[in-house]
């Protein structure tokens, strides 16, 4: 199988890992003076990419030294267990309130399988594979490691999850965000610049946790976010501000439908209209169609988040 990366500089790679469709979940891959992380790893079913990746890039298995997770959702983790029992000298980080899930997966997969459904996990996700705790060091905020000649620096940033971790690289003045630094897809990009919403997903979103997270991350003055959701974009005080914005605009829909007799469908309805708004106004071109086949991976996740927010609140 030929996987699909893009080479980035400063020894940066972004892999497509074909889950649920191309251009929508990267795992990175860092190398540098023959050492290799990968960060996140996308699901079960991405592992076999992610090796091909390696053999293209004429990485042996034993350099891998770390397989660092922003945090456990299964489209960024899923393959951690997996992807580990190619690569003998690597070690998981992972922050505190994700390590026993990835020792024990049996609640994740339940949880997941309870909103997806069996079949959908099967056929999407594949399978979780456990990882052996000794494999597993704790991400603790402000902990730094060092790859090859770089230094690795962990943020611990709630608000999308409990237990995300950011990654900070001084060296390309990056931030691997996970789902932190929002969602923007490469199709929505304009001479606007790029098109970035909050992923609001259960069970952990907390609005006002992200808006200080964000803030948090700006003062580094990052040029860059590598972004799961997809690939590397430049990230600068417009694009914080503009996550932030959505993320009220996203928890004020969920206000107004909170007494709503089917307030699922009228969140998810209204999160659409949103989108299709702000994406006219991004001067985004696609037909409304194309834009809300894209919007769509995100819609169902984002309104059941919202709505688990609403009733934790
Ligand atoms: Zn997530």
Partial sequence: MKPIYFDLDFGITC????????????????????????????????????????????????????????????????????????????????????????????????????????????????????????????????DEITLGSRVLKFIDTPGHARHHVCIWDE???????????????????????????PPTTPIQFDPDAWKNTIQQLMTLQPKYAYLTHFNRIEFTQKSAAMLATHIDGFTNIAKQMQGHVSRHKAIKEALLDYLLEIAGQHGVTLDKTQKIKIFKGDLEICAQGLGVWLDTD
């Fill in 171 to 197: 060296k390309s003045r990056g931030i691997f965000s996970g789902d932190t630094l929002g969602v923007s897809y490469r199709e929505f990009d304009t001479e606007q610049g790029v098109l970035i919403f």
């Fill in 15 to 142: 892999i497509d890992t074909r889950h649920m469709r191309d251009d929508f979940v990267a795992a990175y891959l860092i190398e540098d003076n023959g050492c290799v992380a990968f960060v996140d790893t996308g699901c079960y079913l991405s592992v076999p990419t992610l090796l091909a990746t390696l053999d293209e890039k004429n990485i042996k298995r034993e350099q891998v030294d770390y397989i660092i997770l922003t945090h456990i959702h299964l489209d960024h983790a899923g393959g951690a267990g997996a992807l580990i029992k190619h690569l003998p000298n690597a070690k998981v980080y992972v922050h505190e309130y994700g390590a026993n899930h990835l020792i024990d997966p049996s609640k994740l997969r339940a949880g997941v399988i309870g909103v997806y459904g069996e079949l959908f996990f099967k056929q999407f996700l594949g399978d979780l594979i456990p990882i052996a705790k000794d494999k597993i060091i704790i991400a603790k905020d402000k």
